[in-house]
């Protein structure tokens, strides 16, 4: 069992920065695979960024590439999203979610546990 808690969200004007953090419980956080999410108002939930157990490999949304980067700690059992640049289409609740193995999966059924998600707002 693997419990998230989300934090970092707020209220950014556009072309800000925020760093979102998702802390996770148990010891066996090296073993999974995380990813961040994100749901707009009216919108169905998106991918937004993945990052392996080893942090060796990455993967993002189009539209977020080389504004976000996504990383993780596993002595401290956190994943960070650092985003720069931010647009008011950026506006969501973030979620963080964990599954177990190795591969990198932007389809939210792949995922096991998520967090209670985080608001960002950006204002233009």
């Known amino acids: 069992q693997v419990q998230l808690v989300e934090s970092g969200g707020g209220l950014v004007q556009a072309g800000g920065s925020l760093r979102l953090s998702c802390a996770a419980s148990?010891?066996?956080?090296?073993?999974?695979?995380m990813g961040w999410f994100r749901q707009a108002p009216g919108k169905e939930r998106e991918f937004v960024a993945a990052?392996?157990?080893?942090?060796?490999?990455?993967n993002y949304k189009a539209s977020v590439k080389g504004r976000f980067t996504i990383s993780r700690e596993n002595a401290k059992n956190t994943v960070y999203l650092q985003m720069n640049s931010l647009k008011p289409e950026d506006t969501a609740v973030y979620y963080c979610a964990a599954r177990y193995g190795t591969t990198l999966y932007s389809s939210e059924k792949r995922y096991d546990y998520w967090g209670q998600g985080t608001q960002v707002t950006v204002s233009s």
């Open positions: 990052i392996t157990f080893s942090g060796g490999s990455t």
């Open positions: 148990g010891r066996t956080f090296s073993s999974y695979a």
